[in-house]
């Protein structure tokens, strides 16, 4: 087994080979009509009715385009100069990915939320996205070049930083570590001003209140003494409402108690005996995110012995990683698998119902899903009330979790060896940002011809 500082030298060695300076380089193209196609590309396999919304939803801006555009941002950058320090990679790390959680003890912890497209892939292509969602965000509040260059260089020096004290700690130090959210905000310089800290609190308090009781508050109604889901097409669709082909087009499973014991055999004996204590109420189709529409996702109701004691599940259909096409195939045949294996070794704390299921659909096609809570004390920050300090700090939290991902499950020695203590990585960074930012933006004014 090869020593610490022999990781580290290998790590100062491939410079030679990708130079830090070489993950900067992105050349713009002002008219790509590959971006057209892989927009189509990725709508052929998504449902049909809801391709209009999820175009709305991207047309928005060009950040929203961007977060729905995981796809064109995985080609590009297997077109670039990279590593081949590879981490369990979230594989679409945009700044609006990251959030809020409630640890099985119930404390606060800020973590990636969105795993969708995680796979193994060089470390850089997480940072590389998370740089240049901070420069696209930072245009679309019309911040100052001056404070979108300054979130950028934060990200990159804190990651670079947190890389090489990780690289100090012993295995088991490194994988106990989490960011404990209201010691870092007190902390974080960029926390100071009243009214940010105000609006953290606030998020802080909203996302404390988000679980299941007020998801039934909010998503259901109660008729003739009975709980069911209200209905809000296209953005929620009970099961009762889809009559005849659409139904059966719909339904993920045809059969809800065989799903759901499949699902429980990806989950320990302790969380099954937990699920056993719940009845099925009502299952209803509800469009989520802006990359994310068009896949089939669901909340399944779901009651202990008394109506004041319920359960909302978000089962959720998971497709190939958009990564897959460039850096490797998954290991895990399941799609549902992959994201549920790639979620437990990235996050610090993890939903206790997390698990997946694979089922035969209507056409005979197996169809892969992953299993959540669908409220479970989590919680966003809002980036069009954030203010350009607090930017930077979310920013730097961003970073912070990043690093820890890549540190448990990359060779933390060797990546911190390769960015080492200069500025050569985060003017990188900083560089490829503004040219990727310029390049979202030539991609949007493409997007909106479509």
Aim: hydrophobic share 40%.
């Amino acid at each position: 087994m090869k020593t610490i500082e022999e990781r580290r030298l290998e790590g100062k060695k491939y410079r030679k080979t990708t130079s830090r300076k070489d993950l900067g380089i992105w050349n713009v193209e002002p008219k790509r009509e590959l971006v057209k196609w892989m927009i189509q590309e990725q709508e052929e396999t998504r449902l049909k009715e809801l391709i209009p919304l999820r175009r709305e939803r991207m047309a928005v801006s060009p950040f929203t385009f961007f977060r729905g555009s995981a796809f064109i941002q995985a080609y590009d950058l297997s077109q670039t100069p990279r590593t081949n320090f590879k981490v369990q990679a979230c594989g679409d790390a945009h700044i609006s990915n990251f959030g809020i959680f409630a640890s099985p003890e119930r404390r606060m912890v800020f973590d990636i939320n969105d795993f969708d497209e995680t796979l193994p892939a060089p470390f850089e292509v997480d940072i590389k996205r998370l740089v240049a969602s901070i420069e696209i965000a930072g245009r679309d509040r019309n911040f100052t070049q001056e404070e979108r260059e300054a979130a950028v260089r934060d990200a990159a020096t804190f990651y670079q930083k947190t890389m090489l004290k990780f690289s100090e700690m012993g295995n088991m130090e490194v994988w106990y570590k989490h960011l404990d959210l209201e010691n870092f905000i007190e902390n974080d310089p960029h926390f100071t001003d009243e009214s940010q800290l105000k609006i953290m609190q606030d998020t802080i308090n909203k996302a404390l209140a988000k679980n299941s009781e007020r998801a039934i508050k909010k998503l259901t109604e109660t008729v003739d003494g009975k709980i069911r889901i209200k209905s809000d097409p296209p953005i929620i669709v009970p099961i009762r409402d889809l009559i005849g082909e659409d139904k059966l087009r719909y339904n993920f499973n045809h059969n809800l108690p065989k799903a759901i014991e499949i699902y429980k055999e990806s989950i320990p004996t302790d969380r099954q005996i937990l699920i056993d204590q719940y009845e099925p109420i009502e299952l209803a189709h509800k469009v989520v995110g802006v990359g994310s529409v068009g896949r089939q996702a669901w909340i399944l109701v779901l009651m202990g012995r008394e109506n004041g004691d319920p359960l909302v599940l978000q089962i959720k259909e998971a497709e190939q990683s958009v990564l897959e096409a460039f850096f490797g195939k998954s290991a895990y045949s399941k799609c549902g698998r992959r994201v549920v294996e790639g979620q437990r070794a990235i996050q610090t704390a993890g939903d206790i119902l997390l698990g997946w299921l694979r089922i035969e659909a209507h056409d005979r096609q197996l169809k892969d899903y992953y299993v959540r809570q669908l409220w479970d004390s989590k919680g966003s920050f809002d980036l069009d009330k954030i203010t350009p300090d607090g930017f930077r700090g979310l920013s730097s939290m961003c970073a912070w979790t990043l690093a820890h991902a890549h540190a448990k499950t990359g060779d933390r020695h060797a990546i911190a060896g390769y960015l080492g203590k200069g500025e050569a990585f985060a003017n990188a960074m900083v560089s490829y940002a503004k040219c990727y930012a310029d390049q979202t933006e030539a991609d949007y004014e493409m997007f909106l011809k479509m």
